[in-house]
């Protein structure tokens, strides 16, 4: 089996200035171990095409974000950050 060989990068597709920026930080490092993780995945799982077609979630101290993975490039990008209470406020 081959693994993808390049590591996911990880991108803001906007600033998202009302997120605290301690939290982007995290959320930077957890995307991350995500990234090495889908990284350590064989090319020919059937687990690719789903995560291209699907939206992606991840909670993270009272907010959400919501990113998507481009596999043919490698990254993910976080598209979204919603503030849903009981964590830090913007």
Do not use: C
Not at 34 to 46: K, M, R, V, W, Y
């Amino acid at each position: 089996m081959r693994n993808l060989h390049r590591m996911f990068s990880v991108e803001l597709a906007k600033p998202f200035s009302n997120v605290p920026g301690d939290l982007l930080i995290e959320l930077r490092a957890r995307l991350r171990e995500i990234g090495d993780t889908l990284g350590a995945l064989p090319s020919e799982s059937h687990v690719w095409p789903s995560l291209a077609a699907s939206g992606m979630l991840l909670e993270l101290e009272g907010w959400r974000f919501q990113y998507r993975v481009d596999v043919e490039r490698r990254r993910l990008i976080v598209d979204a950050a919603t503030y849903r209470g009981g964590g830090r406020a913007p």
